[in-house]
């Protein structure tokens, strides 16, 4: 699914032809994700792996969730799991996902939405394929991303947002040759929905083959691209770029991204997501679903959550239990 599906898109806001003196960011770095299984099962690629952590600051982690075309009884979710430290971000582009917490947020998701959960002080989370899914199959492919939280709100109320792909600011390059859809942040003067602790922004953007894009980019901002699929370049110097590789950039005022000329038959386009923040730059503890900025809070948060003081299932779940699975997309303490 590309960033924007609309019937006429002549009547899309355009993104400005930089000014002159513009400093157009550099390629640091690409590194290609590797693959993996997470939750019951369901197949992933590690977007941010071999990523210095301070080279990400805000975020933390993130997953490509598929793309995959599954057979009927094949959909996969996660078993009701622990938060605490951070927000996870989940955007679905194609297919639909349920989810639930234990501070009373959830829905279902789909084609375009975005799920945004703030865990705070701590919640238990399950998400999954809703029943019909799973017994038809089909397609599915999303994003999920981990943004830290200062020390300062780690232990806020955890709070929901449902974000309809309707309510994302839609945009294109002065050349209609990219299309853009604005999650959260600010893009030349145009706000996405996302309501967000640490100052970022998130982009889905379609560039066509052969097409440029010089995307306008606060420049107190670190910048990441990750590739969902498609080839191309990016930055000034045009480092190549394909399905599932993520550029880190250098400082400036523009990121740009060159659509390939030459794409696959299965990926008309470039379909990339781009990533920036004002970092935090605090302490990082963090093991499985708990992140932390001591190894003492992510000792402490996994005795809250056995003592089950992140919260209990909902009893429309079946069972009120005091804890759930701890099993988490990444590890480390420092």
Avoid: C
Avoid at 52 to 72: K, N, S, T, W
Avoid at 255 to 269: D, F, L
Avoid at 319 to 327: F, N
């Amino acid at each position: 699914m590309p960033a924007v599906t609309v019937e006429d898109t002549t009547t899309l806001a355009r993104v400005p032809v930089p000014a002159p003196g513009t400093v157009r960011r550099r390629t640091r770095s690409v590194t290609t994700a590797p693959s993996g299984l997470e939750g019951e099962g369901f197949p992933v690629r590690r977007a941010f792996a071999g990523v210095d952590l301070r080279d990400l600051d805000p975020f933390i982690h993130m997953d490509q969730m598929g793309e995959v075309e599954y057979a009927p009884g094949e959909p996969k979710g996660t078993s009701w799991h622990p938060h605490r430290g951070f927000e996870t971000v989940t955007y679905i582009i194609d297919g639909t996902f349920e989810h639930a917490d234990s501070h009373g947020g959830g829905g279902t998701i789909s084609n375009g939405d975005t799920q945004w959960m703030t865990a705070g002080g701590g919640v238990l989370h399950i998400e999954r394929p809703p029943e019909h899914l799973v017994v038809s199959g089909g397609l599915f492919h999303g994003l999920q991303l981990w943004v830290n939280l200062p020390r300062a709100q780690k232990w806020v109320e955890p709070r929901y947002q449902d974000l309809r792909a309707d309510e994302s600011v839609l945009l294109a390059s002065p050349d209609a040759g990219a299309f853009l859809r604005v999650i959260a942040g600010d893009v030349a003067g145009h706000t996405g929905p996302g309501s967000t602790y640490t100052p970022m922004a998130m982009v889905h953007a379609t560039v066509s083959p052969g097409a440029t894009l010089d995307l306008p980019w606060n420049r107190d901002f670190n910048a990441l691209v990750y590739v969902l699929s498609g080839t191309g370049s990016v930055g000034i110097d045009g480092a190549p770029v394909r399905t599932g590789q993520l550029a880190v950039l250098g400082p400036g005022d523009t990121v740009t991204i060159n659509g390939a000329v030459h794409q696959e038959s299965r990926t008309p386009a470039l379909d990339v997501v781009v990533l920036g923040g004002a970092p935090i730059r605090e302490p990082i503890a963090m093991y499985g679903p708990f992140v932390m900025n001591t190894r003492q809070e992510v000792m402490d948060a996994f005795t809250d959550h056995q003592a089950g003081r992140l919260g209990s299932i909902p009893a429309s779940y079946g069972r009120r239990i005091p804890h759930a699975d701890v099993r988490g997309e990444t590890g480390q303490v420092s």
